[in-house]
């Protein structure tokens, strides 16, 4: 079990950047992949982007590709979703998940944190 809290929301201007964090719990953190994922007012929840264990592999939306980037600080049981050039349709609810899946292409995942508000303002 792990418990995932994401932080680093809030309200930006179009064209410019957000860090979001993901801390998680316990001591098996480098076991896990991390995905980023966002629900906007009215859609369905959509994937953003995934990490290795390792960090060594990333996997994004073609819809935030070149704009936004994934890392992870195992030392620090600490994930991230690095946000560039931001645009009003990035804003959404935006949650970090955990699990020991091996593949980086299963969108599913077993934990999940309680989301965090991203506004971008045009």
């Known amino acids: 079990q792990v418990q995932l809290v994401e932080s680093g929301g809030g309200l930006v201007q179009a064209g410019g950047s957000l860090r979001l964090s993901c801390v998680a719990s316990g001591r098996t953190f480098s076991t896990y992949r991390m995905g980023w994922f966002r629900q906007a007012p009215g859609k369905e929840r959509e994937f953003v982007g995934v990490?290795?264990?390792?960090?060594?592999?990333?996997r994004y939306a073609d819809s935030v590709k070149g704009r936004f980037t994934i890392s992870r600080d195992n030392a620090k049981n600490t994930g991230y979703l690095q946000m560039a050039t931001l645009k009003p349709q990035d804003t959404a609810v935006y949650y970090c998940a955990a699990d020991s899946k091996m593949l980086l292409s299963t969108m599913t995942f077993d934990y999940w944190g309680q989301g965090t508000q991203v506004t971008v303002s045009s």
């Open positions: 990490i290795s264990r390792s960090g060594v592999s990333t």
